[in-house]
């Protein structure tokens, strides 16, 4: 020992107490296994149960006027593909009834003077709700008025015909050009989405939970006796949860690239270098929790409130424009809402720094200040 | 099975529950944090998109067009640039989501009946992207429907252009009030979750310290261990649920259309299958980071596949029977039945029935577990 530097017996410290950790993770290999396994359960029932928009809604129908045109209409609404006609009855009573009992969603109801109304040129058609499931209805409501009203121009379209009128078209074309993801392809939208959460998610928890522990066990103090200094301990805590943090996101990349054929567009280095800054800020923020938290139980409840925070208010699932300023707010203090915007903006916009320096800077200030916030209370905690 | 011995465990948890304040104030204020959040924050009907404006036509017509995209109230016209790629690069900034581009003559083509709009809009964010594209294809039907009515009316016909209106109705929500839907889910979501949680958290714990070997020595039988673990969870788990409930009402005028004994009742029933789900979690993992990590999964899973926050209509056939292995949705059409609709058990035995079905076996197998974890 006496021939070696300061700097090499601490190398050399940091490197047992990365041993000591690795070797820990390792032994727990049911909670690794999750670990690297949730991500992926995760990106599977998000990309196969998760579908918003509505088709096939099932629907009751009471045509009381059983005319050619009212068969047109439902003709019309079946061949929509947004209603599957399934059942049929003769009265509106009838159809709230299905309803209710929860075998449609929807309803049609078909006045028995339908035909004499479109002659007259008012013809009501009445559409019920299920207004217990939002979803549906927001889909099936859109869906219903587009119908009417091509049906509405197709009448139309026929008796100017008659009256000998020349063709008629619409005169305005839209094309709507959805850029970066065409296909409007959820996957696209959630894999940065997925990657942003779990990221923050798994490291926060490594460290605060197993800092805690050690605390709890006073394993911490039984270290802090040998020469290991509280630097020594956090960088030896940190290194090996940041090699499983890398790997998990390795896997999500790679199954989401390669198994649902999400495309990366931008700089792989960049990605690679502000996610690794996103990990070390995280596992940081994961140290700060555990000089909050005196129990397991206390560090679970804090990570799964701010993981609460993260999944709502930042833009992975909702929309952000949509939240009262106050509350977008609160989403502008959690960090993921600024890496999400960068990991979108580089894996599906495929842009530079040149376009979001402002919301990486956000992100660098943040993990310096968490980072040496982290250190300095674990210090003073142990010291 | 003595009652006696039941009480001193109950005893023990609520003792131990009270003396923690501040894992206690955390279980009870969570569930509000939530709903607040559901509450204020969340609203997947997307308006007021920043929107920017290349207007390569500036003629009365296209800008009359503009107007009526504005007046949507969908679409806020924020900047006018000249050209289409700074259109793009607005996107790619990420100063607007939409973008809408109008080629030269606009009026000339309208006229001809072949006048082109484009719609740009930013498609990382999928939700909006799909708000905003319908919503595009609705004003520019709108638009051309009004058009051809004055056009129609210079050829002299006298008709209606919409022979045909579709008057709907929504049932139970008429105004569409998201914290009506959500409502009824978070009390199911609260109930399934903290009767899990509060369960598997508690007998792990003892593993962990090993005070359930020193509590097996006492005469008390492995029946009555878990009974009195269970009764302080439930209580906390329905404690919560009330004061979701009780929010719900109270501060967003959520109504409550149903019977509220009958709907306390089956909330007790469904509880325990989160309490007969936690001590099977209990039992298989040695550790809080595994058990923490199981439920966690667990969760995912029943929250995603049960209909809470996406609907369940659309997911492929294999999901939804895997969704239907979770006691949650089979509970939420009951919640949303009883607070929502106000119906009763003759429109609701179906799901009824599966629920008790499966609190029953859950609770028979965690119980066998149980057994065996001790024994």
């Not at chain 1, 200040?369 to 300095?376: E, L, Q, R, S, T």
């Amino acid at each position: 020992m006496q021939g070696e530097s300061a700097m090499q017996s601490q190398a050399k410290r940091i490197y047992a107490l990365m041993w000591k950790e690795l070797i820990q993770i390792l032994r727990d290999w049911r909670t690794l296994l999750m670990i690297l396994g949730l991500p992926i359960l995760e990106m599977f029932l998000f990309a196969y149960a998760v579908n918003m928009t509505i088709d096939h809604i099932p629907t009751v129908v009471a045509d009381l006027s059983m005319g050619e045109r009212s068969q047109t209409f439902l003709d019309a609404m079946q061949t929509s593909e947004f209603f599957d006609l399934e059942l049929y009855t003769s009265s509106e009573q009838q159809v709230i009834q299905a309803i209710e009992s929860g075998k449609a969603v929807a309803g049609i109801v078909i006045p028995p003077d339908f035909e004499a109304q479109i002659d007259r040129g008012s013809a009501q058609v009445l559409i019920i709700f299920d207004g217990s499931d939002a979803y549906t209805v927001q889909s099936g409501y859109r869906a219903a008025s587009a119908i009417a009203q091509t049906q509405s121009m197709v009448v139309v379209a026929q008796k100017l015909q008659r009256a000998g009128a020349a063709e008629f078209s619409p005169p305005v074309f839209t094309s709507t050009r959805i850029l970066y993801n065409p296909n409007m392809d959820g996957m696209i939208f959630m894999l940065p989405g997925v990657i942003g959460i779990l990221l923050q998610m798994l490291t926060m928890n490594l460290t605060a939970m197993s800092v805690v522990r050690e605390q709890e066990l006073g394993i911490l103090e039984q270290i802090l006796v040998t020469p290991a200094r509280p630097f020594d301990l956090i960088v030896g805590k940190m290194v090996p949860n940041i090699l499983i943090s890398v790997l998990d996101l390795a896997i999500i990349l790679v199954v989401g690239i390669y198994w649902f054929k999400v495309p990366f567009q931008g700089s792989f280095l960049l990605f690679a270098l502000l996610s690794l800054l996103f990990i070390i800020s995280g596992l940081s923020m994961g140290v700060l929790i555990s000089t909050i938290a005196k129990t397991q139980k206390e560090a679970q409840q804090i990570t799964s409130v701010v993981l609460m925070l993260s999944m709502l208010l930042t833009g992975m699932m909702y929309p952000r424009s949509t939240m009262p300023p106050a509350v977008s707010a609160v989403g502008g203090l959690i960090p993921v809402t600024y890496y999400l915007r960068i990991i979108r903006g580089i894996m599906t916009k495929g842009i530079g720094l040149t376009f979001m320096w402002q919301d990486v800077l956000v992100l660098v200030i943040y993990g310096l200040i968490v980072i040496v916030a982290a250190a300095k209370l674990f210090k003073k905690r142990l010291d | 099975m003595s009652l006696l011995r039941i009480w001193a465990v109950t005893q023990k948890g609520f003792i131990q529950l009270f003396r923690d304040r501040r894992t206690l104030a955390m279980m009870l204020a969570l569930p509000i944090i939530q709903l607040l959040l559901f509450g204020y924050a969340i609203d997947m009907n997307v308006d007021h998109v920043p929107t920017i404006v290349a207007d390569q036509s500036q003629d009365a017509e296209s800008r009359a067009y503009i107007e009526a995209v504005a007046a949507s109230g969908f679409f806020d016209i924020v900047g006018y640039v000249s050209s289409s790629e700074e259109v793009a690069q607005a996107i790619d900034r990420g100063d607007v989501i939409a973008g809408i581009f109008i080629p030269p003559d606009f009026a000339a083509h309208l006229k001809r009946g072949d006048a082109q709009v484009s719609f740009l809009v930013d498609g990382s964010d999928v939700i909006t992207a799909q708000s905003a594209y319908a919503a595009a294809d609705v004003i520019a039907q709108n638009y051309a429907g009004k058009l051809q009515l004055e056009k129609i009316k210079r050829m002299g016909a006298a008709l209606q252009t919409q022979p045909i209106d579709a008057r709907v109705r929504i049932l139970y929500n008429p105004n569409m009030t998201n914290i009506w839907f959500t409502i009824p889910g978070m009390c199911a979501m609260i109930l399934q979750t903290q009767s899990l949680v509060l369960t598997t958290t508690a007998l792990v714990l003892e593993r962990e310290a090993g005070t359930i070997e020193q509590l097996l020595v006492t005469p008390i039988r492995p029946v009555e261990l878990m009974l009195g673990k269970i009764i302080p969870n439930l209580i906390i788990t329905l404690v919560n649920m009330l004061s979701i409930l009780g929010m719900g009402i109270l501060v967003f005028g959520v109504p409550f259309q149903g019977s509220f004994q009958l709907f306390f009742w089956l909330s007790v029933i469904f509880s325990f299958s989160g309490l007969g789900l936690g001590l099977l979690v209990s039992s298989i993992s040695e550790t809080q980071k595994q058990a923490q990590q199981i439920i966690m999964a667990v969760m995912l899973v029943a929250i995603v596949l049960g209909g809470f926050m996406f609907p369940r209509t659309t997911m492929p056939d294999a999901l939804k029977l895997i969704g239907d292995l979770f006691p949650l949705t089979h509970f939420i059409p009951i919640a949303r039945g009883i607070i929502t609709k106000g119906v009763g058990l003759d429109m609701l035995w179906e799901q009824v029935t599966a629920l008790v079905v499966y609190v029953a076996v859950i609770l028979l197998i965690s119980v066998r577990s149980f057994k065996q974890g001790l024994e």
